[in-house]
């Protein structure tokens, strides 16, 4: 959803001349494009752009790390469509960042990143705190501009555009404190339209091999979901008679409890082991928005060589993980679309395949009577209400949890499957229920939670009722289960059990320890009805990871 509200700063007057800062130039522009929140930690280098944000109606969240700022600006983006506004002060500001940004860049969210800088006189003989932000950041955006005096406005012109073209992705904007102050005439910017992503010209070799497949196979990604594709998928499929695999993220362009959806695929060896005899059978693959950076290594040169692969991409990048006959950019939705049109209906596998390897998959991911971490989410997914947005952190769980939650739409499920960075889901849960105002689950590991603790405080200062349900297994989890495999010494892999209930409560949520079912399900619907955040440190044992996924 792209936002047209265009905020004005009032200018003021001196001697009888009008005039506003080059930070209100810049913030106006941010709020035309869309920007309804700006998060971050301010510093004195920030404070002229803050003041503007907040005047031109883009209201600046704090938070507890820059990091956790970023991915509650993603988590906005996901929910509402705003754009995702970063701001740093500089120095350690800029370096706390960095781990967020390159999220952005793996993840594909536009986030822009607004860096307070000195000026470029002072750089040279002032030291404290003084870095080459660009220098640093270059490697992970797609663009990083330095703001001038008369290029305020600008900038964020180039910035919107680029973080938003083909593939989204990060841009940073380094703001000096004096282009920020500085006292300039109001004017009319040069307005740099949006390229609109279109339809490759010639489709008829693809409508060649998919008009001659019998057993046709769609696996669906990120730029489909990043472009709002799902209803040309739907077309498509129901055109086609293909069945649908989805990586993580694209889970739910497709209700996932349409039989049509076998499943989602990306880093769990036990799933791709049982679809790799779907796509071994498939007569044609047809790749719709699929970005393989959220795939697994299993996942290079899946298919064998010779198969028909159509490759349908929002941004072509020589990634070298897979080949393809056809490869078409553009609007993935679109090029779907007048594919679709081309076909008459027509049955396909008519052996019933499919249908087979789907319910392999949910039977091999059901949850067993005992209590543990399946039975942790089959309970919460069946009292969570239809629409909840749910967000998972890196880690052993997340991978079951992709396997096991179904989405019955797109962006119901956010989580880091580009970067796999942990510390995420609670900063994208955080900025999820704020534009949402739908229930919000967040999972995460008792080590991820340890590391952004401070943003429950967060959540309890802008009042949101989000449920953080913590894995609480005292482990690196998904590091043991691989020390186990590669037949190594434990080490580095054991944390002490933090009484994560009793920091609920200090920090002005509800917390709860849960050991069964039935306490779970109590303290869920509790929690759902609470108008404050709610903690459930969720009691598991580590070792029951293994052949989990």
């Not at 309890?460 to 590669?486: E, F, N, S, T, Y």
Request: net charge negative; proline share 6%; hydrophobic share 50%.
């Amino acid at each position: 959803m792209r936002h047209e509200r265009i905020a004005a700063a009032e200018p003021a007057e001196t001697g009888g001349e009008q005039f506003v800062t080059g930070a209100d130039l810049l913030a106006v522009r941010l709020a035309a494009a869309g920007a309804t929140h700006a998060f971050g930690i301010p510093g004195g280098e920030v404070l002229a752009l803050v003041d503007a944000l907040e005047r031109v109606g883009i209201r600046f969240e704090l938070a507890r790390h820059e990091n956790a700022a970023g991915f509650m600006a993603e988590g906005l983006w996901h929910a509402t469509g705003a754009l995702p506004v970063l701001v740093t002060t500089l120095g350690p500001g800029v370096a706390n960042a960095v781990n967020v940004v390159a999220n952005a860049q793996q993840d594909r969210a536009p986030l822009i990143v607004v860096t307070g800088c000195v000026d470029q006189a002072l750089a040279e003989s002032y030291t404290h705190q003084v870095f080459d932000h660009q220098a640093v950041l270059r490697p992970l955006v797609k663009a990083s501009f330095r703001a001038a005096s008369g290029t305020e406005d600008l900038v964020v012109e180039k910035a919107v555009a680029i973080a938003r073209r083909g593939r989204p992705g990060p841009v940073h904007i380094d703001l000096p404190i004096s282009v920020a102050e500085a006292r300039v005439a109001p004017r009319s910017p040069a307005v740099i339209p949006a390229a609109q992503p279109g339809i490759p010209r010639d489709l008829s070799f693809a409508r060649g091999l998919i008009a001659e497949a019998k057993r046709p196979l769609v696996i669906a990604g990120l730029d489909l979901v990043d472009q709002g594709g799902a209803a040309a998928l739907d077309r498509f499929l129901a055109r086609t008679g293909a069945p649908l695999l989805t990586t993580y993220k694209a889970k739910g362009l497709v209700s996932e409890d349409d039989p049509r959806v076998i499943g989602a695929v990306g880093l769990s060896p036990k799933a791709d082991a049982i679809v790799r005899p779907l796509i071994e059978a498939a007569d044609l693959i047809v790749l719709a928005g699929y970005d393989p950076i959220e795939m697994r290594q299993g996942w290079r040169n899946p298919w064998p060589a010779g198969k028909p692969v159509i490759d349908i991409v929002a941004e072509a990048v020589q990634h070298g993980m897979h080949a393809a006959t056809a490869l078409l950019e553009g609007d993935v939705g679109a090029t779907l679309t007048a594919l679709a049109e081309a076909q008459p209906e027509q049955p396909a596998w008519i052996d019933g395949e499919p249908a087979m390897v789907r319910s392999r998959l949910r039977a091999a991911f059901a949850a067993p009577a005992e209590w543990g971490q399946h039975a942790i989410f089959e309970t919460l997914r069946a009292v969570a209400p239809a629409g909840t947005v749910t967000t998972a952190d890196s880690g052993a769980h997340r991978i079951l949890l992709s396997q096991m939650w179904s989405c019955g739409g797109p962006r119901l499920l956010l989580q880091s499957s580009g970067l796999c960075t942990m510390g995420c889901a609670l900063p994208l849960a955080t900025g999820a229920a704020l534009g949402s105002g739908r229930p919000t689950l967040c999972f995460v590991g008792d080590a991820g939670l340890e590391m952004v603790l401070g943003e429950l405080a967060t959540l309890r200062d802008l009042g949101l009722p989000v449920i953080v349900v913590a894995l609480v297994d005292k482990a690196l989890g998904l590091i043991a289960l691989k020390q186990r495999q590669l037949g190594l010494p434990r080490a580095g892999v054991d944390i002490g059990e933090t009484d994560f209930a009793a920091v609920a409560r200090a920090m002005g949520g509800h917390g709860a320890t849960i050991d069964d079912r039935e306490t779970l399900i109590r303290e869920a619907k509790a929690a759902l009805a609470r108008s404050g955040f709610t903690l459930l440190a969720c009691r598991i044992d580590a070792g029951s990871y293994e052949g989990a996924f």
